[in-house]
T-cell receptor, first 112, second 118 residues
Framework: KQEVTQIPAALSVPEGENLVLNCSFTDSAIYNLQWFRQDPGKGLTSLLLIQSSQREQTSGRLNASLDKSSGRSTLYIAASQPGDSATYLCAVRRRANSKLTFGKGITLSVRP | DARVTQTPRHKVTEMGQEVTMRCQPILGHNTVFWYRQTMMQGLELLAYFRNRAPLDDSGMPKDRFSAEMPDATLATLKIQPSEPRDSAVYFC????????????????FGPGTRLTVL
């Protein structure tokens, strides 16, 4: 059974720092991996999706990498801003069109 | 502005009452997912549908939960009877599963229904 782990559960950093959020999964046989952002009281917004054949994806100040063989992904946030404060969840999909298995998320607080 | 909508946004009910949550997926999407989110368990998949057919409802307590898609524009999740341990935020998500274009696998989430069972 696939398990997705995100450690630490919470992180607080000063504005302007570059930071890395980690995600690990137990079964490396994944189809793709998706990073989401969740603001308090809101739904999830997809940030980046990495196919298993890819090593990384970039969108603005965000860069997600994938090391499938070691069961790890990282979300890199450059020059963090208070508006980046949210919970970041990663999720993996075992095969095409199948369900996502989620980690519990990392709650990020960026201090002005 | 295509988005997933869910109603109601908030529901407070008493133990034993029936609760029905509704979801309107993004027009054209053919997969619908129901998730439950709690502090303790995080996000758990309850059920999902493709082309209105249930594909996986193994995460759903069958004795009290039921999920249906009466048509392509409406998905429902029903709890009867509700219990305090059902208190959570219930999310619906939709996506497009396409045989050839399997990269189109992103899920788009609704705002959720926050359920409180007293």
């Amino acid at each position: 059974k696939q398990e997705v782990t995100q450690i630490p559960a919470a992180l607080s950093v000063p504005e302007g720092e570059n930071l890395v959020l980690n995600c690990s999964f137990t079964d490396s046989a994944i189809y793709n991996l998706q990073w989401f952002r969740q603001d308090p009281g809101k739904g999830l917004t997809s940030l980046l999706l990495i196919q298993s054949s890819q090593r990384e994806q970039t969108s603005g100040r965000l860069n997600a990498s994938l090391d499938k063989s070691s069961g790890r992904s990282t979300l890199y946030i450059a020059a963090s801003q208070p508006g980046d404060s949210a919970t970041y969840l990663c999720a993996v999909r075992r095969r095409a069109n199948s369900k996502l298995t989620f980690g519990k998320g990392i709650t990020l607080s960026v201090r002005p | 502005d295509a988005r997933v909508t869910q109603t109601p946004r908030h529901k407070v009910t008493e133990m034993g009452q029936e609760v029905t949550m509704r979801c309107q997926p993004i027009l054209g999407h053919n997969t619908v997912f129901w998730y439950r989110q709690t502090m303790m368990q995080g996000l758990e998949l309850l059920a999902y549908f493709r082309n209105r057919a249930p594909l996986d409802d193994s995460g759903m307590p069958k004795d009290r939960f039921s999920a249906e898609m009466p048509d392509a524009t409406l998905a429902t999740l029903k709890i009867q009877p509700s219990e305090p341990r059902d208190s959570a935020v219930y999310f619906c998500a939709s996506g497009l599963a396409h045989k050839e274009r399997t990269t189109y696998n992103e899920q788009f989430f609704g705002p959720g229904t926050r359920l409180t069972v007293l």
